[in-house]
């Protein structure tokens, strides 16, 4: 059967979803527009801080009505497995909005991104009994213990690449913790969260642990990061922001912030990779899959002079191969960039970076063909110095440098970003080289004979540097959503 659709088929939810319902509240209405043709989807409008307000005090009272935070960890439980089997039950229908609306691939977002939506909730869920405190020795007649307890009301906000897996990292560990959510979806791709929102309720969440409110960074966002009763906010998108986001919570009373940001990820190729074909195919899909559209980008090539040549002539024959249409057709291969505004960033810093010198090997310009949205052509570059903006600057696009070296401690040295260390790999059928460059590179997350994490729900993900700090998923991913208690009993 295939996964195609007809997108104007598609039921698209409207609202923000507060305390357990879809609510309609006056605001500056925004356009929201399919990237495959740039068609209008159902418009939503900015919530601000009057969203906020109602969406904090329904997750104050939900936390009080239902004792969700001091309920029987199993039954907490209980409720995400039934929000997750929820989440798989509409799968079908979660896909194909996160298709049509975003710069997903429909060939993915049925069978994998809501399937790993559901997966992600179900992992978090399997937490609620494990967050465990430790005892420390004292002297006798005393007891000294931590604990890990929730925050109470936490804030997310969340970008539009991949909307429903990353919101799952961020709702998901909160809502197991023991935390209400109060998340700002992308004010380009909102309705899918909405649909996960409903999902909730349907399934049995008390009305207000989760709400998902619609509005532009600089007003919704803001209002999330400010609001005295939030106790933590997760934030995933650029370093700039990022800062702007760390800055605003220092300034309005101090809370913890979560932050997985920007990257400009090499991958090293040594001398001797292993079956080339494979090699130049993983390569190849590190720097194209999503547009280009995803922060743990392969960005940068750093290969073994003695295969670049060969290596480089097999990836450039991989960027004719891409079917690029409409991401609702399960054909295609390449997706479109997300907005016109994101697609004219990409080629004006390309353009600069041709300019202060690297040559350009493939790409550089819009894709054309019979399709309205704005498609990037995969871009590979060379000659791209250090100095040049196409090394500092993250495009989040399908732009790829190639660097070459003669011995693996100057391709360590050229992995290491003034800026950047959210992730890395090297291909390599050598294990101590494999190890040397692990153990090396200054990134969060370092891959050996692949690039991007597979669909497991162990692996803590963040970054380094300006890449951000905290992590997402695993252990660490739910202890982010936990501060600790120190107690100290001295017997009577």
Known sequence: ???????????????????????????????????????????????????????????????????????????????????????????????????????????????????????????????????????????????????????????????????MITAAWKFAPAL????????????????????????????????????????????????????????????????????????????????????????????????????????????????????GQVCTLASRLIVDRSVADELVDRVLARTKEINAGPTWDEATTFAPVISARQFERIDTLVQETVKQGAEVLTGASRLEGPNQGNFYAPTVLANVSRANIGFTEEYFGPVMSVATYDEIEEAIAEAQHPIYGLAASVHTQDLKLAMKVADSVEAGMVWVNQHGRDPEFTYAAGGWKGSGFGKDMGRAGIEEFTRQKAVWINYL
Not at 183 to 210: I, V, Y
Not at 251 to 280: H, W
Request: net charge neutral; proline share 6%; hydrophobic share 45%.
């Open 176 to 291: 197991a913790a023991g935390n209400a959510v109060v998340m700002k979806t992308s004010e380009l791709t909102p309705h899918s969260l909405l649909a996960l929102a409903e999902c909730a309720a349907e399934a049995g969440l008390p009305g207000g642990l989760l709400n998902v409110l619609n509005g532009w960074g600089h007003t919704t966002g803001a209002a999330i990061v400010a609001h005295p009763d939030i106790g933590i906010v997760s934030f995933t998108g650029s370093t700039k922001t990022g800062a702007a986001v760390m800055t605003l919570a220092a300034q309005s009373g101090i809370k913890p912030v979560v932050l997985e940001l920007g990257g400009k990820s090499p991958q090293i190729v040594t001398r001797n990779p292993g079956d080339m074909d494979a090699v130049a195919t993983r390569v190849a899909n590190a720097f194209m899959v999503n547009a």
């Open 1 to 163: 059967m295939s996964l195609s659709f007809n997108p104007d088929t598609v039921t698209i939810p409207s609202g923000h979803h507060i305390g357990g319902r879809f609510v309609e509240l006056p605001g500056e209405e925004i356009t929201v527009l399919r990237p495959s043709d740039e068609q209008p989807m159902r418009p939503v409008t900015d919530g601000g801080k009057e969203a906020v307000d109602m969406a904090v005090a329904a997750a104050r009272s939900a936390l009080a009505a239902s004792g969700w935070a001091r309920m029987n960890p199993r039954d907490r439980a209980k409720v995400l497995f039934r929000f997750a089997e929820k989440i798989e039950e509409k799968a079908g229908y979660l896909g194909r909005l996160e298709a049509m609306g975003s710069s997903r691939l429909v060939a993915g977002t049925i069978t994998g991104d809501a399937i790993r939506t559901a997966g992600v909730v179900r992992y978090f869920a399997e937490y609620c009994d494990k967050l465990e405190g430790i005892v420390t020795a004292t002297k006798a007649d005393t007891l000294s213990y931590t604990r890990r307890e929730p925050y109470g009301v936490c804030g997310a906000i969340v970008p539009w690449n991949f909307p």
